[in-house]
């Protein structure tokens, strides 16, 4: 199993400015997922992360806009740049250690 | 990975079973049929996966036809905390994958 934490949990932003997201797992992974849930919808899948290596965007995501960080097996941050009201989801992310896939609490971000 | 076709949403009594349908018709044989849940505001959470056999947990049955085109989730005894988006997923590998979310079914257990 995995245990995940996110920071921050919520934030309100003006748009044009970035907020990083932090994740961290409580064991060692080899790989981190980055998902968007937009109001009333599903996961979408952003980017696939592995320590060591340029993280892997899904299409419709690039890396200018949604810069990720993965500096070792246990932490990532994902950025949401020059963001817009567009971008108000809650972002998520996911590892899996074995068979399972395990998902953080999320962080609600809100874009005015 | 194959594609999953679920219905929009289901009531089910609470203490009653509830039985989650889902069509892969395209999947191949090498492709895993996974079951996740996502409660109100909370991130999706695990359930219960399998190839080709049935398969209990504590959680729930999964029940995979024959010619593994279809399956059921089965939540014995709902509770009404039961209520949540239930995801069907058809994947490749069973570990280090990328899961691509659908719709999913929208369960409401009622009181």
């Known amino acids: 199993s995995a245990v995940i934490s996110q920071k921050p949990s919520r934030d309100i932003c003006q748009r044009g400015t970035s907020l990083t997201i932090q994740c961290q797992v409580d064991?060692?992974?080899?790989?981190m997922f980055w998902y968007r849930q937009q109001p009333g919808q599903s996961l979408t899948l952003i980017a696939t992360?592995?320590?060591?290596?340029?993280?892997?965007?899904e299409s419709g995501f690039v890396i200018d806009k949604f810069p990720i960080s993965r500096p070792n097996l246990t932490f990532s941050t994902l950025t949401v740049s020059n963001m817009s009201p567009e971008d108000s989801s809650i972002y998520l992310c996911s590892v899996t250690p074995g068979d399972e896939q395990y998902f953080g609490p999320g962080t609600r971000l809100t874009v005015t | 990975d194959a594609k999953t076709t679920q219905p929009t949403s289901m009531d089910c009594a609470e203490g009653r079973a509830a039985n989650l349908p889902c069509n892969h018709s395209?999947?191949?044989?090498?492709?895993?049929v996974y079951w996740y849940r996502q409660i109100h505001s909370q991130g999706p959470q695990y359930i219960i996966h399998g190839l080709k056999n049935n398969e209990t947990n504590e959680m729930a049955s999964l029940i995979i036809t024959e010619d593994r085109k279809s399956s059921t989730l089965i939540l014995p005894h709902a509770t009404l905390r039961d209520t949540a988006v239930y995801y069907c997923?058809?994947?490749?590998?069973?570990?280090?994958?990328?899961?691509?979310f659908g719709a999913g079914t929208r369960l409401f257990v009622k009181a």
């Open positions: 997923i058809v994947t490749r590998d069973t570990g280090g994958f990328k899961t691509i």
């Open positions: 992360a592995n320590q060591g290596s340029e993280a892997t965007y």
């Open positions: 064991s060692q992974v080899t790989m």
């Open positions: 395209t999947i191949s044989g090498n492709e895993y």
